[in-house]
């Protein structure tokens, strides 16, 4: 089974910094300026061609398992031209920022024309694992090409962002299973701060992840604390609703110091033995994504969904969607036909999954066993949550618009299907960036669905509507029609495209 961890490292994605052109521009500010005053200091970026690249600016400071604190101010002009350290995780020959607990920082792309210009701040995924704000495939640069100031940020991964360890090392500590968030907080408010000064409007900020990234805009729009500091959302393989109980949390803690040799060893561990307890306490965790937010009641008062459904998250446009057939990334062809396992699960009971299988194997007869599970892999962990997130917004008259990914890979070992992270090449319009090349076949060919998708993202956070030549006109999802914007070769809006499978699991 593929780790949801790695994927863009499995991809042997290259760094931003070897190819990716670059960006930024004071508003109200001479917009040729590669040195910015910022809150903490100056910082100097690069030019490349007509946008602007600021790299690893600091943003915040932690302790281990502490609350971030904003970055120390510096003295001088910060060369803000070096990769971002990167969040200590498994090796990925991809990442030339150095691997450091200190990682809180973030890179900046925007247009050379004088602001302000809309934001998108961009939270990778990596199943809360891995992942790095200099992945190439989600370089910024087509986006400040076309008018957008795109922020891509780090926040603290696996143990040292998502374990709750209050229980284990006292009071103080408490609420630490939620460091990853409270991080991309701390980045949101330093672009309320700052963003101006490279050109955005604080106004204008759409927050945007995928996979664990878009689980992550879920749990912020499920955080009292982060209402105002997003304008607009999207989704891409996200959810509200993968969290942990306290209960939950502190049980997996438990777990996770047992592996490292004691809770006495949580504070002095080395970086490579926090990363080897963090994979043996996951694989013998009965559970998928075990590095999650937690209902602490402080932070986080409920389950994101639930915060939506209760009308009391932001009522701010959202864009949401997932991949045709995202669990074949995850479930390989040999063990597919055999019965789910626990750790394959993130959100449902295994008790329902047994009831869906079914279920399933009524409602849709013509599927193999494995075609059948990879089915209900992706309902469980993308497409049902992402539709449970799509039916609670709008149900509160916020605007919704909703896609399905079914444009095929023309290539690679899931040719002819549309895996998990197939979106990402089309949204930031880097298509032929070798490592979507080498794995799912993309090239030029494929242009012209990257020109409609990446036309449409840009056109949401600039206007809060996705508009794009080569698509229909796409209308807003609601409770009663489920207009969803199908994505292929030839796009369609289609009410309810997937009536016969919600109806399994009571949508």
Known sequence: MIDRRGTLALLGAAPLFSAAPTLATPARADPQALTIATTLGRVQGAAQGDIRLFTGIPFGRAARFAAPRPAPRWQGVLAATEPAHVAPQSANPSMTGTMSEDCLQLNIWAPSTPGPHPVLVYIHGGGNEGGWSGEAPTAGDRFARDGVVCVTVNYRLGALGFLETGAL?????????????????????????????????????????????????????????ADGLYAQAAMFSGGGETVHTMAEAEAFARVYAEKLGGQNRLLTASMAEILAAQHQARTSWPRNFPFRPVVDGALMPMVPLERMRSGKAPGVPLLIGSNADEGRMFL????????LSPQAISNAAMAQIADLDRGYAQAFPDLSAAQRHWRLLTAEEYGMPCLRIALAHAGRGASVFRYRLTYPAPGGPFKGYTPHVLDVPFTFDHVTVPAFARFFGTSAADQPMADRMHAAMVSFVAQGRPVAAGLPDWGRFDTAGRATMVLDHQSALVADPDRAERLLWGL
């Open 169 to 225: 090392l006292g009071p103080a500590y408490r609420g630490s299973g939620n460091n990853g968030l409270r991080d991309q907080l701390l980045a949101l408010r330093w672009v309320q701060a700052n963003i101006a000064a490279f050109g955005g409007d604080p106004r204008r900020v759409t927050i945007a992840g995928e996979s664990a990234g878009g689980k992550n805009v879920g749990s912020l729009m499920g955080l009292p604390a």
């Open 332 to 339: 390989p062809a040999d063990r597919a036909d055999q019965p």
